[in-house]
């Protein structure tokens, strides 16, 4: 990872940040450039089996809230404190594993909302932290996206532990994500987490200025938090999203995000998501 670093500051990546403002929205809609705007998502009601939603087209992001960096290493600059989230986008390259994911979930090999869990220390090897979480897996993965998984632990373990320098414990899961995805708007109540949605949709958040802060901490209902829904931010499959939770302890925080809608396939059965987090208590 330190030989990433130096690459990236040899080759002038750190100062590569882009912010999305409401006039600077990089990239385009067919790539990863950039936090997507989704208006509200149009559901048809219809009769089982169930449409699948569908989202409207991105629009320009109206907030300073995601700072969207080149690489991971862009995270370690000053520039990072000033945001409740840092954004690196990439465009998936592994195999299509929907199926094997949902047939192992149909038939017990993985659990719907099971949580594979590795606690790690600092100091300690990330490499084998990695290994014990694919070993964990009794789903077949494609082995190019069991190796993009194993890099990522490496890499994103890495660049959290030091943003984070105050911690000593910090949590890596693999989680299968299906019909009890959390869908309501929270913040988290911890310091921070790095997420990485493998397949089907990514996580949903929203900028300051487009929440209602009553009807959030008062739990209400979704629809009431969010002022302007044709301002909710998308992060894509593959992206890596890092989030500060309210108890980051400086700088903006708390970033209000949820779950992606539940999405169904043509007979009914739900979408599973593979997940990858690690969270910084």
Not at 69 to 84: K, M, N, P, R, V
Not at 136 to 155: F, G
Not at 223 to 240: L, M, N
């Amino acid at each position: 990872m330190r030989s990433a670093f130096r690459k990236a500051a040899s080759s002038g990546l750190l100062k590569n940040m882009q912010v999305v403002t409401e006039t600077n929205v990089p990239g385009s809609y067919a790539g990863y450039g950039g936090p997507r705007i989704f208006s509200p998502l149009a559901v048809t009601p219809s009769a089982c089996p169930p449409k699948r939603a569908k989202v409207a087209e991105p629009r320009k992001a109206s907030s300073q809230t995601t700072l969207v960096g080149t690489t991971l290493a862009d995270w370690l600059t000053s520039e990072s404190a000033q945001h409740q989230a840092l954004l690196v986008e990439r465009q998936p390259w592994w195999k299509d594993f929907q199926e094997a994911l949902d047939q192992g979930v149909q038939q017990g090999d993985i659990r719907e909302e099971e949580e594979i869990k590795i606690e790690f220390k600092r100091g300690s090897d990330l490499g084998e932290v990695a290994e014990k979480l694919l070993n964990k897996v009794r789903v077949k993965l494609p082995e190019d996206l069991r190796s993009t998984i194993r890099s990522d632990v490496l890499d994103i373990g890495n660049v959290v532990t030091n943003l984070c320098p105050w911690s000593n414990t910090y949590l890596f899961k693999l989680e299968v994500m299906g019909e009890s995805a959390c869908s309501r708007w929270h913040r988290d109540n911890y310091c921070a987490r790095a997420i990485v949605t493998y397949n089907s949709a990514g996580t949903v958040y929203a900028p300051d200025d487009i929440v209602n802060f009553w009807e959030l901490d008062y739990c209400g209902c979704n629809d009431k938090i969010i002022k302007d829904a044709s301002q909710v931010c998308a992060v894509g499959v593959g992206d890596v999203f890092f989030m500060k939770g309210k108890k980051f302890p400086h700088g903006p925080k708390g970033l209000v995000h949820k779950s992606p809608e539940i999405r169904r396939h043509d007979d009914g059965r739900v979408v599973n998501r593979l997940v990858l987090k690690v969270d910084v208590p």
